[in-house]
T-cell receptor, first 113, second 114 residues
Framework: LAKTTQPISMDSYEGQEVNITCSHNNIATNDYITWYQQFPSQGPRFIIQGYKTKVTNEVASLFIPADRKSSTLSLPRVSLSDTAVYYCLVGDMNSGGYQKVTFGIGTKLQVIP | DSGVTQTPKHLITATGQRVTLRCSPRSGDLSVYWYQQSLDQGLQFLIQYYNGEERAKGNILERFSAQQFPDLHSELNLSSLELGDSALYFC?????????????FGPGTRLLVL
């Protein structure tokens, strides 16, 4: 079970790009990296998922180096509405991975006007 | 809107009581997960059901139980409630895309035990 480490909190000004890095040194071959976003008093929301290199969607980008021991979630030009907790999950989601992954306390991103 | 519904939204009750939380998954999703989130804590996985059968158990107390019905909605029963059971309870249903499972969370039920 891959353990993940991410910063507890981050601050950013509106309009800046925010990069949140997650360390997962013992990631397994079949593990994927998934990021969720949670607003206060709401359930987490899927943002992006990747296995290697770079993945981009309309919300964010995910950068994964060749050794896959870390990953970086990149949020372009954040706004106040991006203030939330961001969770990095690592696991083989093809075989019931959600039973085994832990959301942890995530990274609390505060966007400042 | 994730498509997952949970009722009630808020629940206030007293210690020693029993409550039932309800979750309806997205149309077509067979899997339902339950999580507990206490103040400033991460989500703790409680239990998973798949198509009516228990699939996995996490940190679920013996005072808690769950079931998934033929129409795929699920209920989480919490009994002999204690102050420490006050938390947000989320359910999530899941779907597979390109071989990977993605969870869709409901809005949660906020339980306050007094």
């Amino acid at each position: 079970l891959a353990k993940t480490t991410q910063p507890i909190s981050m601050d950013s000004y509106e309009g800046q790009e925010v990069n949140i890095t997650c360390s997962h040194n013992n990631i397994a071959t079949n593990d994927y990296i998934t990021w969720y976003q949670q607003f206060p008093s709401q359930g987490p929301r899927f943002i992006i998922q990747g296995y290697k290199t770079k993945v981009t969607n309309e919300v964010a980008s995910l950068f994964i180096p060749a050794d896959r021991k870390s990953s970086t979630l990149s949020l372009p030009r954040v706004s106040l509405s991006d203030t939330a907790v961001y969770y990095c999950l690592v696991g083989d989601m093809n075989s019931g991975g959600y039973q085994k992954v832990t959301f942890g306390i995530g990274t609390k991103l505060q966007v400042i006007p | 809107d994730s498509g997952v519904t949970q009722t009630p939204k808020h629940l206030i009750t007293a210690t020693g009581q029993r409550v039932t939380l309800r979750c309806s998954p997205r149309s077509g999703d067979l899997s339902v997960y339950w999580y507990q989130q206490s103040l400033d804590q991460g989500l703790q996985f409680l239990i998973q059901y798949y198509n009516g059968e228990e699939r996995a158990k996490g940190n679920i107390l013996e005072r808690f139980s769950a079931q998934q019905f033929p129409d795929l909605h699920s209920e989480l029963n919490l009994s002999s409630l204690e102050l420490g059971d006050s938390a947000l309870y989320f359910c999530a249903s899941s779907a597979f895309s390109r071989g990977q499972e993605t969870q869709y969370f409901g809005p949660g039920t906020r339980l306050l035990v007094l």
